[in-house]
């Protein structure tokens, strides 16, 4: 039964379904996964790329998602929205809707706040969605292209599997992030204890 379900797992719609799941949790892991899946030849470059910015774009359009539910339901507009602060700044997202859909994006903490903030401003649902799977797409390939050019560099430099060194620079940026950020707090609070 064991060997059935492991050979299970090693179906293309399986990896596929995990590597959409797994864009909900942790984006760059999955992104690093689609990656050395396809280098190892266990899945295609176009269905890991596929499955990953879908599964991506799926998850940003359910964060618009959120923003509307959050129009009528209030315990989820405490949560993830200040209606006082969106005031004075709905046209300015609505108007500028492709920057603010690209800066979200690829800034680490905008998309939540973006996302469900157009959504519960009632921003146009086709233009969000056609700027989403842009901006996705072209995340995704940077990512990808990333992934491949370090992880070469770095499997012939280590003396690593290409497997394993194509996942390193996805990795390693997904961590730097909590770590920036964390020693950007420990700065301000030595700062405020001065």
């Not at 039964?1 to 959409?20: C, D, K, Q, R, S």
């Not at 405490?78 to 609505?94: N, Q, W």
């Not at 499997?155 to 770590?179: N, R």
């Amino acid at each position: 039964m064991l060997t059935a379900a492991l050979n299970g797992m090693a179906e293309p719609w399986f990896m596929v379904l995990a590597l959409i799941l797994t864009t909900f949790l942790v984006e760059d892991v999955a992104i690093a996964a689609g990656v050395s899946l396809s280098t190892q030849a266990s899945l295609s470059w176009g269905l890991s790329f596929a499955a990953v910015a879908f599964g991506i774009a799926l998850g940003d359009l359910l964060l618009y998602g959120v923003g509307v539910l959050a129009r009528r339901v209030k315990w989820l507009e405490r949560r993830y929205i200040r209606s006082e602060s969106l005031a004075g700044l709905t046209d300015k997202l609505h108007n500028h809707l492709l920057s603010a859909v690209f800066l979200a994006r690829v800034i680490p903490g905008l998309r939540l706040l973006t996302y469900t903030a157009c959504g519960f401003t009632k921003a146009s649902l086709m233009p969000f969605t056609l700027m989403v799977g842009l901006a996705v797409l072209l995340w995704t390939a940077c990512l990808y292209w990333l992934s491949i050019a370090a992880g070469d560099a770095l499997a012939s430099f280590l003396g690593i599997p290409k497997g394993l060194a194509v996942t390193l620079p996805i990795l390693a940026i997904a961590l730097a992030v909590p770590v920036l950020r964390r020693l950007k707090s420990l700065l301000r609070m030595e700062v405020s204890d001065e």
